[in-house]
């Protein structure tokens, strides 16, 4: 069984250009959700997709999106990044959708300079 | 909004040693998670409690469902020095499907 994947590792971005991440789920899992982790944080849920549509969204601004694919790999977008988008972006994948069990991939670094 | 705050936010202990650290919050919830970070990886999920006064093990980690479900606590028994990370509780809020939050986090060094 393959686990949660994620790419780019590590990625280093200049304020106001925009960046993709992408995360493929854990086999079986129909449900992606994103997390970002400032250094010293708890994780803070971005969004979750499910059926490649937006189903539940935290507190982040819309230049935060997404996007979920047919085979539920997953992409998060975003736009005019500033300083404190610099963090650890999480991706996690659960069996179905509503499911409190989440298994999370290794995550990428972004810093923004 | 709804708040998870974990105690202790740091432990030093030595190799041997059982450990004990929570997590409570504010309003209700009917599932508490407990995750395991190392540095530079991702939340790996070590137990999931899903009724009030629930306990469940997995090898040394046992963790509790607060009979209020309003807390959960998280006990490592015979500490080694693979246990030291961020350990951190989660839980979903009511009705918000599937988003998590989180603690805090405790981290724990383990002194060989």
């Known amino acids: 069984e393959t686990g949660v994947t994620q790419s780019p590792t590590h990625l280093i971005k200049t304020r106001g250009q925009q960046v993709t991440l992408r995360c493929s789920s854990q086999?079986?899992?129909?449900?992606v959700s994103w997390y970002q982790q400032a250094l010293g944080q708890g994780p803070q849920f971005i969004f979750q997709?499910?059926?490649?549509?937006?189903?539940g969204r935290g507190n982040f601004p819309p230049r935060f999106s997404g996007l979920q694919f047919p085979n539920y790999s997953s992409e998060l977008n975003v736009n005019a990044l500033e300083l404190d988008d610099s963090a650890l972006y999480l991706c996690?994948?659960?069996?179905?959708?509503?499911?409190?069990?989440?298994?999370f991939g290794p995550g990428t670094r972004l810093t923004v300079t | 909004g709804q708040q998870l705050n974990q105690s202790p936010q740091s432990m030093f202990i030595q190799e041997g040693e059982d450990v004990s650290m929570n997590c409570t919050s504010s309003s209700i919830f009917n599932t508490w998670l407990w995750y395991k970070q190392d540095p530079g990886e991702g939340p790996v999920l070590l137990i999931a409690?899903?009724?009030?006064?629930e306990l469940t093990s997995n090898g040394r980690l046992t963790a509790q469902f607060g009979i209020t479900r309003k807390d959960s606590f998280l006990n490592i028994s015979a500490s080694i020095p693979s246990d030291v990370g961020i350990y951190f509780c989660a839980g979903p809020p009511y009705n918000q499907g599937g988003k998590l939050i989180f603690g805090q986090g405790t981290e724990l060094s383990v002194k060989p």
């Open positions: 409690l899903y009724k009030a006064g």
């Open positions: 996690a994948s659960s069996l179905r959708q509503g499911a409190s069990e989440q298994y």
């Open positions: 997709y499910y059926r490649e549509e937006e189903n």
């Open positions: 086999s079986g899992h129909n449900t």
